[in-house]
């Protein structure tokens, strides 16, 4: 079946570092990759997603590319503020019927000034 | 607009207890989903619809139940909760549009405690 996995957190940043969270995905067809993000005691929020092979999402200084070759859809920031600090889930959307999203476990990100 | 609600925010029941968790939503969409959160799991389906009157199972739906009388609403309830119900539980919503992928809007959450 279809099925997320991301990098094992928790981790820690200094303010204005280089943010990577990988993120590989295993489905069938040609799934839709979002990236969700999870401040403290909230609920989800859309990050950005992206919709077919090669494209790329943005929002908020992040971005992700999706990659078909290597069903991957990793998130990058270039300097990461402490307001960054959350939870982020990688997530495909399942072809046909019911748009059921598929999440990976998450990755705390702490942001330290 | 309030986007998606939930009802309770917090509650702790003892064990064989019953509840119904409310969700709803005001901006007309047609799919909800009920989730649970729990620690390095991630979020997992309970249960879902896709229209008023619909409802389907996910992941884990064992030990719930869901009822979508109206499209705005979609209750959980829990007929008889364990300990292994202890999770925060959050519910979304989406709309459809050929053709294009879109985004699950998600409510604040509900923490639950079974004791």
């Known amino acids: 079946g279809n099925s997320v996995t991301q990098m094992e957190g928790p981790v820690t940043l200094s303010e204005e570092a280089f943010l990577t969270i990988n993120c590989t995905y295993t489905?069938?067809?040609?799934?839709?990759l979002f990236w969700y993000v999870q401040y403290p005691g909230e609920g989800l929020q859309l990050l950005l997603k992206?919709?077919?092979?090669?494209d790329k999402g943005s929002n908020k200084g992040f971005e992700a590319t999706y990659r078909k070759e290597t069903t991957s859809f990793h998130l990058e920031k270039g300097s990461v503020q402490v307001s960054d600090s959350a939870v982020y889930f990688c997530a495909l959307r399942q072809q046909g019927g019911s748009e059921k999203l598929v999440f990976g476990k998450g990755t705390k990100l702490t942001v330290n000034p | 607009n309030a986007g998606v609600t939930q009802t309770p925010k917090f509650r702790v029941l003892k064990t064989g207890q019953s509840m119904t968790l409310l969700c709803a939503q005001d901006?007309?969409?047609?799919?909800m989903y009920w989730y649970r959160q729990d620690p390095g799991m991630g979020l997992r389906l309970i249960h879902y619809s896709v229209g008023e009157g619909t409802t389907a199972k996910g992941e884990v739906p064992d030990g719930y139940n869901v009822s979508r009388l109206k499209k705005q609403n979609f209750l959980l309830g829990l007929e008889s909760a364990a300990p292994s119900q202890t999770s925060v539980y959050f519910c979304?919503?989406?709309?459809?549009?050929?053709?294009?992928?879109?985004?699950?809007?998600f409510g604040p959450g509900t923490r639950l405690t079974v004791l």
């Open positions: 979304a919503s989406s709309y459809l549009k050929a053709g294009y992928s879109f985004e699950q809007f």
């Open positions: 992206a919709t077919k092979a090669d």
């Open positions: 901006m007309n969409h047609e799919y």
């Open positions: 489905a069938t067809g040609y799934p839709s």
